[in-house]
């Protein structure tokens, strides 16, 4: 099993930015497929970013596009993402998850993650 803490959330003024990290424990981080996801009130929960366990392959949700970047350093556990030009829409929780996986594999399905963080607050004012 494998362990998921977030972290650097926080309130933010639109135009701003924010880094989350990921640290994972329990089991090696780097044969994980990891993705962040997002769940604003009343709404279902998202796909924001995927990356593989190699970092080779990433994926965006359309919306945070040229925005967000995803990344992960292996040898410190830790996934990240960046995220520049917040606008309000982006206020969630943010959660990341990890999948058990080959170095290629990514998905921006929540359903195929097996594991969870608890989840960060993001809000940005307008």
């Known amino acids: 099993q494998v362990q998921l803490v977030e972290s650097g959330g926080g309130l933010v003024q639109a135009g701003g930015s924010l880094r989350l990290s990921c640290a994972a424990s329990g089991r090696t981080f780097r044969t994980y497929a990891t993705g962040w996801f997002r769940q604003a009130p009343g709404k279902e929960r998202e796909s924001v970013a995927a990356?593989?366990?190699?970092?080779?392959?990433?994926y965006y949700a359309d919306s945070v596009k040229g925005r967000f970047t995803i990344s992960r350093d292996n040898a410190k556990n830790t996934m990240y993402l960046q995220m520049n030009s917040l606008k309000p829409e982006d206020t969630a929780v943010y959660y990341c998850?990890?999948?058990?996986?080959?170095?290629?594999?990514?998905?921006?399905?929540?359903?195929?993650?097996?594991?969870w963080g608890q989840g960060t607050q993001v809000t940005v004012s307008s």
């Open positions: 998850a990890a999948k058990y996986s080959g170095s290629y594999f990514l998905s921006y399905q929540s359903r195929e993650y097996d594991y």
């Open positions: 990356i593989s366990w190699s970092g080779g392959r990433t």
